[in-house]
Nanobody, 119 residues
């Protein structure tokens, strides 16, 4: 059974930092492209950052220079270091993993971690 379990969310003041973690089980983590998405209240889910199985990183414009995505294949863990947090970063953050095999994408999601940025 595939599981992606996020942790590290919480309440933080503007300008603060948090690190999210996502531990994967039931998949060969190193073969998956991984990503973080977020969904704010009343808004659609949006892509925040991606890291390919080869380690290539990409970010949505609003988090460039503040967020860093990384992975530790030995620990089957994905990270999102979030610095200089802003109230508009408030959202539920979801871990996503996918791989392409035999003509289709296989995608898995975590349950989400709440991040609230507020004074």
């Amino acid at each position: 059974q595939v599981q992606l379990v996020e942790s590290g969310g919480g309440l933080v003041q503007p300008g603060g930092s948090l690190r999210l973690s996502c531990v994967a089980s039931g998949i060969i983590f190193a073969t998956h492209d991984m990503a973080w998405y977020r969904q704010a209240p009343g808004k659609e889910r949006e892509l925040v950052a991606t890291i390919s199985k080869g380690g290539f990183e990409a970010y949505t414009e609003s988090v460039k220079g503040r967020f860093t995505i990384s992975r530790d294949n030995a620990k089957n863990t994905l990270y999102l270091q979030m610095n200089t947090l802003k109230p508009e970063d408030t959202a539920v953050y979801y871990c996503n993993g996918r791989r392409y095999d035999s003509g289709r994408w296989y995608t898995n999601w975590g349950q989400g971690a709440q991040v609230i940025v507020s004074s």
